[in-house]
Structure formats: structure tokens, C-alpha cells
């Protein structure tokens, strides 16, 4: 079975850190585009990172840009985010996805995700 399992969410005061994982089962990430996206109430979903399969390029929101970075670990097939300086505007639910067609320029559109994760919940406090 195809699954992705995003994990690591929570509570967390503003200024502060977490890592989310995706980790994958029933298929190779390493033949696949990840992006994370998040999900807040009211707002529409946002692509807030990816990274490529072929050359491990990277792209960032704005909103993101130099306080979340993308990783990938291939041996144990699993994606992480790390969110640090972490704002009340960060609050939402965060998915990956991956993407067997399109680059970063693509998948972050989300409309050539082939997997979805169901998402992990990051609540940042003020």
C-alpha cells in the first residue's frame, strides 16, 4: 500500500522549532518531487517548500524563505521540514505530496501531485 506519514506537528511558541517528517511506504521517494504544503483555516493551501528528486535543488516561499529548510534521507525513504523562528502565521496543517512529473515549479502548484499525506497539525502560540 502507497502511503505517506507526516508526523513531528504540534504546539510550539512563537520563535520556536520542530522537524515534520514525511516518511513513504509502498514506493521509492527517490524517483519522486516532494513538496510540503500547509493548510489554514480560512486560506488557501500554500506550497511552502520542494525538493527535486534529479539534483536535490530546493525551492522556498517567500513567507518561509530562510527559516525552513527541506532534506531528504533516501536510506530511510523519508522528507523532513525544518521550522525554525516559527510565527503564529505558520499555523496550519502541513502535508507533503509527491510529484512523478513536474519540478519544483510544478509540484508546488499541487496539481500534478500523485500522493497526498493526510497532514500533521503545527500550532504556533504568540
Known amino acids: 500500500e502507497v502511503q505517506l506519514v507526516e508526523s513531528g506537528g504540534g504546539l510550539v511558541q512563537a520563535g520556536g522549532s520542530l522537524r515534520l517528517s514525511c516518511a513513504a511506504s509502498?514506493?521509492?521517494?527517490?524517483?519522486?518531487?516532494i513538496g510540503w504544503f500547509r493548510e489554514a483555516p480560512g486560506k488557501e493551501r500554500e506550497g511552502v517548500s520542494c525538493?527535486?528528486?534529479?539534483?536535490?535543488?530546493?525551492y522556498y516561499a517567500d513567507s518561509v524563505k530562510g527559516r525552513f529548510t527541506i532534506s531528504r534521507d533516501n536510506a530511510k525513504n523519508t522528507v523532513y521540514l525544518q521550522m525554525n523562528s516559527l510565527k503564529p502565521d505558520d499555523t496550519a496543517v502541513y502535508s507533503c505530496?509527491?510529484?512523478?512529473?513536474?519540478?519544483?515549479?510544478?509540484?508546488?502548484?499541487?496539481?500534478?501531485?500523485?500522493?497526498w499525506g493526510k497532514g500533521t497539525l503545527v500550532t504556533v502560540s504568540s
Open positions: 525538493i527535486m528528486s534529479s539534483d536535490g535543488s530546493t
Open positions: 505530496a509527491v510529484d512523478s512529473v513536474s519540478d519544483c515549479e510544478g509540484t508546488i502548484e499541487g496539481d500534478t501531485v500523485d500522493y
Open positions: 509502498g514506493f521509492t521517494l527517490d524517483d519522486y518531487t
